[in-house]
């Protein structure tokens, strides 16, 4: 055989790869539930609800705990007699970490199972992806992560944070603490760098510097030259915008590198405590993320939270920050419904003003007019146990500014 | 100018990875011009054999040393299985080998998934392999990156040296050179293609050890890993092994320079576009093996 011809496979080889990355991504797995093509009848006695989570792929990390405390809220709901009467029906779709597949998973539910409402999605990516299907179809999609503002969809109630209660208070913090230039690293995707431009037009009103920012792929494991950077950029902190598992690699790399928590200080927003069970704690001790819930959070709602969750999982499986917000959402979705008697999409989002929940985080309010709530902010420092303690609070909820419209200094992001 | 060594550190580490990935594929798709798609689940086993001794074994370190022997026999043996149960059938046929091979790749990864979950998992480093050494100049060269050197290093040599002189590589070099005259002579090729399998195979197995230092396990890691390995092995000439090394760093170091100076996806463009640059120049790799081949 010819070198020429063995090259000439080859390329197909390289094609044939590509083409497998993408459809296997797109695979198909259906949970509990699935299709019946059955309308979802409201005259009967249960109503069904779709859960859209990463159950494979880089994301999965984080999304199938997601799924766990939805499924712990559906069954606390359902043994308290349910909505309006009607038992939840769970019906889940794994998105594989990949964005169109979400948007077919979201049509899927929404127009096949005929779903009364959507939990789940993590990345901003998947979000802006089934977005439009939502708003297409007037169906509503209950979003539990943190993200990076500068978006108000009337079919979306987001119940993570928007920037000013998470990254905002996070870069106070930092100030708080005396650092005056911060390097950011993030994954390469709408949320870090959406994050970063809002970070950069803080540093420049507050005095900061910003030293360098750095995109990885998600889901790549090289680090090696970003920490260099990282390193020799001698900055009093890093802003880390990294999801799913590219934070285990970032993480070995930065303490190979002998970089600590006292000497340059992580300040992370996707790794709660879940993360820092599978990245492991010896990487990341003393290191700091910003939430707006901790396992460790006091109080009473806390407590039969995180019991009830150990109860259902393990003893070993730790709560967080996602988990609480999806957790959070299927309870308002459930207040909404029966404060509008109704299930119906646009009866219930008029209804959605003003509702509060006693959440394990502590109150929550919705906003109806940018559906998203008033949360608490909280700075924690991650202990050698892989819990995360508390080491800043806001006080009280912080209400929610997706457009940043109360910071003089944001007047130009969009 | 210690960042400058930094780099070519971080450079040459890469290189050192890239050439772990590459070098089983370089014996089993460089020698026996085999397109294994499954190499990169082969990694994928070798990682995941690691994580299971983990489970069982309690020391760190003890469990790295005792999965190093191990992977390379597990992956070596899924390579063996591979070769008796398909591609002897298919060695006239090397485009038919490339989509079997796909499918098994496929059904590895689907296996996997369903014996460890689909969520990544992740193992732990020895103590000592956490840590960095401290040279002069405020430089660090991270532990678990020269761990990653030696061995790919020590598993080149090996490899070498048992190609020139050992009866075994004697006998593998006859086969790749001119398989009928090699049969004709006595050699027992099939045994000798099972053999290089083997080796190839567990080589990847070794990879997939030395990949859990620095990152997270997954059912599609190899998927990732494949191409980068295919690469280095074209680019340097098929059938030949120092063609291999020398790619496998220059790689490395452009794509930690590119990264440097530009941003992580503009470096990937980078090693990209010079890759297709050098075989616009050089189609046949870096080097050539001459053979008596008349195929």
């Known amino acids: 055989m010819s070198l020429f011809r063995g090259r000439r496979i080859l390329a197909g080889a390289m094609t044939l790869v590509a083409a497998a990355a993408m459809t296997a991504c797109g695979s198909k797995t259906t949970d509990e539930g699935g299709a019946t093509g059955?309308?979802?009848?409201?005259?009967?006695?249960?109503?069904?609800?779709?859960?859209?989570?990463?159950?494979?792929?880089?994301?999965?990390?984080?999304?199938?705990?997601?799924?766990d405390s939805i499924m712990l809220a559906v069954e606390e709901i359902n043994a308290a007699g349910g909505v309006l009467g009607k038992k939840i029906q769970p019906v889940g779709e794994d998105g594989a970490s990949d964005w169109p597949t979400f948007a077919e998973k979201a049509e899927k539910l929404i127009s096949e199972d005929r779903v009364a409402a959507v939990f789940g999605c993590w990345t901003s990516a998947s979000r802006k992806a089934v977005k439009p299907v939502f708003e297409k179809n007037k169906a509503l999609l209950f979003y539990p992560v943190q993200y990076e503002g500068l978006e108000q969809s009337p079919y979306i109630f987001y119940t993570g944070a928007t920037t000013n209660q998470q990254i905002v208070p996070g870069l106070d913090y930092l100030k708080s603490q005396g650092a005056k230039s911060v390097y950011l690293v993030g994954s390469d995707y709408v949320f870090p760098r959406t994050a970063n431009k809002i970070i950069k037009a803080y540093a420049t009103a507050n005095g900061m510097t910003v030293l360098g920012e750095d995109y990885a792929p998600l889901g790549s494991t090289e680090f090696g030259t970003i920490v260099n950077k990282v390193k020799s950029s001698g900055a009093d902190a890093v802003f880390n915008t990294l999801n799913g598992d590219s934070n285990v690699a970032f993480f070995k790399e930065y303490k190979s590198a002998?970089?600590?928590?006292?000497?340059?200080?992580?300040?992370?927003?996707?790794?709660?405590?879940?993360?820092?069970?599978?990245?492991?704690?010896?990487?990341?001790?003393?290191?700091?993320?910003?939430?707006?819930?901790?396992?460790?959070?006091?109080?009473?709602?806390?407590?039969?939270?995180?019991?009830?969750?150990k109860a259902k999982y393990g003893a070993d499986k730790p709560t967080s920050d996602p988990m609480e917000a999806a957790y959070v959402g299927v309870h308002l979705w459930k207040a909404m419904v029966e404060k509008a008697g109704a299930f119906d999409v646009e009866k219930v989002r008029a209804a959605s003003d003003g509702i509060t929940f006693d959440a394990p985080e502590g109150l929550v309010t919705v906003d109806g007019k940018t559906q998203h709530i008033a949360k608490t902010a909280r700075i924690g420092k991650i202990g050698a146990d892989g819990l995360i303690t508390e080491v800043w609070n806001s006080g009280k909820p912080v209400a929610p500014d997706p457009y940043l419209k109360t910071y003089p200094w944001a007047s130009g992001l969009s | 100018m210690t960042v400058l060594f930094g780099q070519l550190f971080t450079g040459i580490s890469i290189g050192a990875v890239l050439l772990l990935i590459a070098l089983g594929l370089a014996l089993t798709f460089g020698q026996m011009n085999v397109i294994n798609m499954a190499h990169g689940?082969?990694?994928?086993?070798?990682?995941?054999?690691?994580?299971v001794l983990q489970q069982s074994i309690t020391g760190a370190g003890l469990s790295l040393a005792v999965a190093l022997p191990v992977a390379f026999v597990v992956a070596g043996a899924m390579g063996v299985l591979l070769e008796v149960l398909l591609i002897r059938r298919l060695y006239a046929r090397p485009l038919d080998t490339l989509l079997v091979t796909w499918g098994v790749s496929l059904i590895l990864q689907q296996l996997a998934r369903d014996i460890f979950g689909s969520p990544n998992v992740q193992t732990r480093a020895p103590e000592l392999l956490t840590g960095n050494v401290a040279l002069p100049g405020g430089l660090t060269i991270a532990n678990n990156r020269l761990f990653i050197l030696a061995l790919a290093l020590a598993a080149v040599s090996a490899l070498t040296l048992a190609l020139r002189l050992t009866p075994l590589g004697r006998r593998i070099r006859a086969v790749v050179q001119n398989r009928d005259l090699a049969a004709v002579s006595g050699v027992a090729t099939s045994r000798v293609d099972r053999t290089t399998f083997f080796l190839g195979s567990g080589l990847a197995g070794l990879a997939g050890v030395a990949l859990t230092l620095l990152g997270p396990i997954g059912p599609t890691m190899g998927t990732n890993l494949i191409i980068d390995a295919f690469l280095v092995v074209v680019v340097g000439g098929i059938g030949q092994l120092k063609g291999s090394v020398i790619v496998a760093f220059a790689l490395g170091v452009l794509q930690a320079t590119g990264e440097y100076l530009t941003t992580l996806s503009v470096a990937k463009v980078i090693v990209f576009v010079a890759i297709v640059a050098f075989l616009q120049w050089r189609p046949q790799g870096l080097f050539t093996l001459r053979t008596r081949s008349l195929a």
């Open chain 1, 38 to 67: 059955v309308t979802a009848d409201v005259s009967g006695d249960t109503v069904k609800v779709g859960l859209l989570n990463s159950l494979s792929g880089t994301m999965a990390i984080s999304e199938v705990t997601v799924r």
């Open chain 1, 258 to 309: 002998g970089l600590t928590a006292a000497a340059m200080p992580v300040v992370s927003v996707s790794i709660a405590e879940e993360e820092v069970k599978g990245i492991g704690t010896q990487y990341l001790e003393g290191q700091l993320t910003a939430w707006n819930y901790y396992q460790t959070t006091p109080g009473a709602a806390n407590s039969k939270f995180v019991a009830a969750y």
């Open chain 2, 41 to 51: 689940e082969f990694i994928m086993a070798g990682a995941y054999t690691t994580y």
